[in-house]
């Protein structure tokens, strides 16, 4: 039974590009959050989608974007990147639409902005 | 002030020792908690959760959480080498999602 896929697990983007993050779900999971963990940081909520639908945002700009597919999929995409934004993205995905602890974490996609 | 805080450590005990993880957190809004383990390079695994105040205890894992003193604490018995790595704490709301806030991580080294 795979876990949380994430893709890529590494990559090098510069000042003011924009990049895609993928996460597929375990299976039998429907709602995927993203989490931002800088160096030495605990991971940051970004926004959590269900349904299709973002259904909770934390403290993060309009630049940070999601979509989930009708498979439960989902990216995360983020625009006019800045050094700031290197770091290490955590995909999570769970059952439902409820309060949880029960998350299964991905590996995450390391991204560095030079 | 940060809602959840732990000591970054690191934390260096020799095998076999108990080991005391404590997180202190802010908002009292927060009901569920939950501890995950955190090795280098991968993704937090979840270790324990629990719901409110109380103690729940998992093979060599006990979690205590007092609400009145916003206090969580992990303790594992008979630590073990493979314990070594980076244990968050994190608490989250009674109501619909489940957005998770985290502490900054403990650094556990358990030395053979």
């Known amino acids: 039974d795979a876990g949380v896929t994430q893709s890529p697990t590494h990559l090098i983007k510069t000042r003011g590009q924009q990049v895609t993050l993928r996460c597929s779900p375990k299976?039998?999971?429907?709602?995927v959050s993203w989490y931002q963990q800088a160096l030495g940081q605990g991971p940051q909520f970004i926004f959590q989608?269900?349904?299709?639908?973002?259904?909770q945002r934390g403290n993060f700009p309009d630049r940070f974007s999601g979509h989930q597919f009708p498979n439960y999929s989902s990216e995360l995409n983020v625009n006019a990147l800045l050094l700031g934004d290197s770091a290490l993205y955590l995909c999570?995905?769970?059952?439902?639409?409820?309060?949880?602890?029960?998350?299964?974490f991905g590996s995450g996609t390391r991204l560095t902005v030079v | 002030q940060k809602e959840v805080e732990q000591d970054p450590g690191p934390l260096s005990v020799p095998e076999g020792a108990i080991v005391s993880l404590n997180c202190t957190y802010s908002?009292?809004?927060?009901?569920?908690f939950m501890w995950y383990r955190q090795y280098s390079r991968k993704g937090p695994e979840l270790l324990m959760y629990?719901?409110?105040?109380g103690n729940k205890e998992d093979g060599r894992f006990t979690a205590q959480v007092d609400k009145s003193s916003k206090y969580i604490s992990l303790f594992i018995r008979d630590s073990q080498p493979s314990d070594s790595a980076t244990y968050l704490c994190?608490?989250?709301?009674?109501?619909?999602?489940?957005?998770?806030?985290f502490g900054g991580g403990t650094r556990l080294m358990v030395k053979p």
């Open positions: 994190a608490g989250s709301f009674n109501n619909a999602g489940n957005m998770l806030t």
């Open positions: 999570a995905s769970s059952l439902g639409w409820g309060p949880s602890g029960g998350y299964t």
């Open positions: 299976s039998g999971h429907d709602t």
């Open positions: 629990t719901y409110s105040s």
């Open positions: 989608y269900y349904e299709e639908e973002e259904r």
């Open positions: 908002n009292s809004a927060f009901q569920y």
